[in-house]
């Protein structure tokens, strides 16, 4: 891994130019994406229909409402909070 200042490196990501160099990947992590568990209420018709639903797309029911509440909330535009 090459070595650089701070400055320079804002520089050249800010120049939209191929830093990854100089970045350690095997210690490189994302913010907030630390799985926590989550528990709701629902009515049990609802839980046997989102069960139905995730079985029908292959997937648990957790990665389906995570999807579902990542698509409502607006995942792609995080807000300042996060």
Do not use: C, H
Request: net charge negative.
């Amino acid at each position: 891994m090459k070595k650089i200042s701070g400055e320079d490196f804002d520089r050249k990501f800010d120049d939209g130019e191929d830093v990854s160099d100089y970045i350690d990947w095997t210690t490189a992590r994302r913010p907030n994406l630390e799985p926590v568990q989550l528990t709701v209420t629902v009515m049990l018709g609802t839980k046997l229909r989102l069960e139905r639903q995730a079985k029908e797309l292959g997937v648990s029911v957790d990665s389906l409402l995570e999807d579902w509440l990542r698509e409502k909330l607006g995942a792609a535009r995080p807000s300042a909070a996060e």
